[in-house]
Protein backbone atom coordinates (compact mmCIF):
# COMPACT_ATOMS: atom_id res chain seq x y z
CA UNK A 1 0.00 0.00 0.00
CA UNK A 2 2.29 2.75 -1.35
CA UNK A 3 5.34 2.01 0.89
CA UNK A 4 2.73 1.60 3.96
CA UNK A 5 1.72 -1.65 6.15
CA UNK A 6 -0.16 -0.72 8.63
CA UNK A 7 -1.89 -3.79 10.83
CA UNK A 8 -5.28 -4.46 9.45
CA UNK A 9 -7.89 -5.37 11.90
CA UNK A 10 -10.25 -7.43 11.14
CA UNK A 11 -14.29 -7.14 12.29
CA UNK A 12 -16.40 -9.48 13.03
CA UNK A 13 -18.91 -7.69 11.90
CA UNK A 14 -19.27 -5.65 8.55
CA UNK A 15 -17.97 -2.00 9.43
CA UNK A 16 -19.77 -0.49 5.97
CA UNK A 17 -20.48 2.71 7.78
CA UNK A 18 -19.30 4.90 10.18
CA UNK A 19 -21.65 4.49 12.91
CA UNK A 20 -20.73 0.57 12.54
CA UNK A 21 -17.08 0.96 12.76
CA UNK A 22 -17.65 3.15 15.59
CA UNK A 23 -19.36 0.69 17.82
CA UNK A 24 -16.72 -1.94 16.82
CA UNK A 25 -13.80 0.30 17.31
CA UNK A 26 -14.96 1.89 20.48
CA UNK A 27 -14.00 5.52 19.09
CA UNK A 28 -15.26 9.02 17.95
CA UNK A 29 -16.85 9.54 15.10
CA UNK A 30 -14.34 11.54 13.94
CA UNK A 31 -12.07 9.19 14.00
CA UNK A 32 -13.82 7.23 10.96
CA UNK A 33 -12.31 7.83 7.59
CA UNK A 34 -14.76 7.40 5.21
CA UNK A 35 -14.20 6.71 1.89
CA UNK A 36 -16.70 8.59 -0.48
CA UNK A 37 -16.70 7.91 -4.40
CA UNK A 38 -18.40 11.24 -5.83
CA UNK A 39 -18.07 12.58 -9.22
CA UNK A 40 -16.57 15.75 -10.02
CA UNK A 41 -17.87 16.62 -13.51
CA UNK A 42 -18.80 12.91 -14.64
CA UNK A 43 -14.59 12.19 -13.10
CA UNK A 44 -14.19 10.30 -9.63
CA UNK A 45 -13.47 12.25 -6.94
CA UNK A 46 -12.62 10.04 -3.77
CA UNK A 47 -13.08 11.96 -0.21
CA UNK A 48 -11.80 10.60 2.92
CA UNK A 49 -14.69 12.74 5.43
CA UNK A 50 -14.78 12.63 9.10
CA UNK A 51 -17.56 10.22 10.11
CA UNK A 52 -18.35 13.16 12.43
CA UNK A 53 -20.46 14.58 9.53
CA UNK A 54 -21.35 14.61 5.99
CA UNK A 55 -20.12 16.18 3.23
CA UNK A 56 -21.61 19.65 1.83
CA UNK A 57 -21.07 18.35 -2.16
CA UNK A 58 -22.90 21.55 -3.12
CA UNK A 59 -20.45 23.69 -1.03
CA UNK A 60 -17.37 21.39 -2.22
CA UNK A 61 -18.31 21.29 -5.38
CA UNK A 62 -18.15 25.39 -5.54
CA UNK A 63 -14.44 25.52 -4.17
CA UNK A 64 -12.99 22.64 -6.53
CA UNK A 65 -14.59 24.70 -9.34
CA UNK A 66 -17.00 22.21 -10.36
CA UNK A 67 -20.35 20.26 -10.27
CA UNK A 68 -20.35 17.34 -7.58
CA UNK A 69 -23.19 14.25 -7.46
CA UNK A 70 -23.10 10.75 -5.92
CA UNK A 71 -21.35 8.06 -7.73
CA UNK A 72 -23.00 4.97 -8.26
CA UNK A 73 -22.66 1.81 -7.22
CA UNK A 74 -21.39 0.44 -10.42
CA UNK A 75 -18.79 3.55 -10.77
CA UNK A 76 -17.59 3.24 -7.45
CA UNK A 77 -16.89 -0.35 -8.29
CA UNK A 78 -15.56 0.51 -11.81
CA UNK A 79 -13.01 3.49 -10.06
CA UNK A 80 -12.06 1.64 -6.86
CA UNK A 81 -12.19 -2.13 -7.40
CA UNK A 82 -13.71 -2.36 -4.69
CA UNK A 83 -17.31 -1.84 -2.90
CA UNK A 84 -19.22 0.56 -1.22
CA UNK A 85 -18.66 -0.22 2.40
CA UNK A 86 -15.15 -1.17 2.01
CA UNK A 87 -13.76 1.21 -0.32
CA UNK A 88 -9.97 1.55 0.58
CA UNK A 89 -7.93 4.94 0.29
CA UNK A 90 -5.79 3.61 -1.62
CA UNK A 91 -5.34 0.22 -3.67
CA UNK A 92 -7.42 1.28 -6.67
CA UNK A 93 -7.02 0.75 -10.90
CA UNK A 94 -5.50 4.27 -11.64
CA UNK A 95 -5.11 6.73 -8.84
CA UNK A 96 -8.60 9.03 -7.96
CA UNK A 97 -8.25 12.47 -7.42
CA UNK A 98 -8.50 12.80 -3.60
CA UNK A 99 -9.35 14.90 -0.61
CA UNK A 100 -9.17 14.43 2.74
CA UNK A 101 -11.23 16.51 5.19
CA UNK A 102 -9.04 18.65 7.34
CA UNK A 103 -11.49 17.70 10.59
CA UNK A 104 -9.59 14.39 10.28
CA UNK A 105 -6.37 16.34 11.39
CA UNK A 106 -8.00 16.94 14.64
CA UNK A 107 -7.16 13.38 15.70
CA UNK A 108 -3.88 11.46 15.97
CA UNK A 109 -5.14 8.38 15.00
CA UNK A 110 -8.05 7.96 12.09
CA UNK A 111 -9.42 4.53 11.13
CA UNK A 112 -9.94 3.87 7.33
CA UNK A 113 -11.14 0.77 5.15
CA UNK A 114 -8.80 -1.77 4.22
CA UNK A 115 -10.76 -2.62 0.99
CA UNK A 116 -13.45 -4.77 2.62
CA UNK A 117 -16.06 -4.38 4.95
CA UNK A 118 -14.66 -6.28 7.34
CA UNK A 119 -11.05 -4.63 7.39
CA UNK A 120 -10.30 -1.15 8.70
CA UNK A 121 -6.54 0.19 9.40
CA UNK A 122 -5.44 2.90 12.03
CA UNK A 123 -3.64 5.71 10.02
CA UNK A 124 -3.84 9.81 10.10
CA UNK A 125 -4.39 12.15 8.39
CA UNK A 126 -0.93 13.17 7.40
CA UNK A 127 -0.41 9.77 5.96
CA UNK A 128 -3.56 9.66 4.16
CA UNK A 129 -2.70 12.64 2.14
CA UNK A 130 0.96 11.14 1.45
CA UNK A 131 -0.40 7.81 0.32
CA UNK A 132 -3.50 9.10 -2.02
CA UNK A 133 -1.40 12.12 -3.04
CA UNK A 134 -4.77 13.91 -1.90
CA UNK A 135 -5.40 17.50 -0.62
CA UNK A 136 -5.96 18.27 2.51
CA UNK A 137 -9.10 20.40 2.81
CA UNK A 138 -12.35 21.79 4.54
CA UNK A 139 -15.32 19.29 3.16
CA UNK A 140 -18.47 21.64 4.65
CA UNK A 141 -18.30 25.53 5.14
CA UNK A 142 -16.83 27.70 8.06
CA UNK A 143 -19.01 27.78 10.81
Not at 11 to 39: H, K, R, W, Y
Request: hydrophobic share 45%.
Amino acid sequence: MHGVHPPVRWLDEAASTAALAVAALGIEPGQIANSLVFLLDGEPLLVLTSGGHRVDTQWLGGELGGTIGRASASVVKAATGQTIGGVAPVGHPRALRTVVDEALAEYGTVWAAAGHAHTVYPTSASELVRVTGGVLRAVVPPA
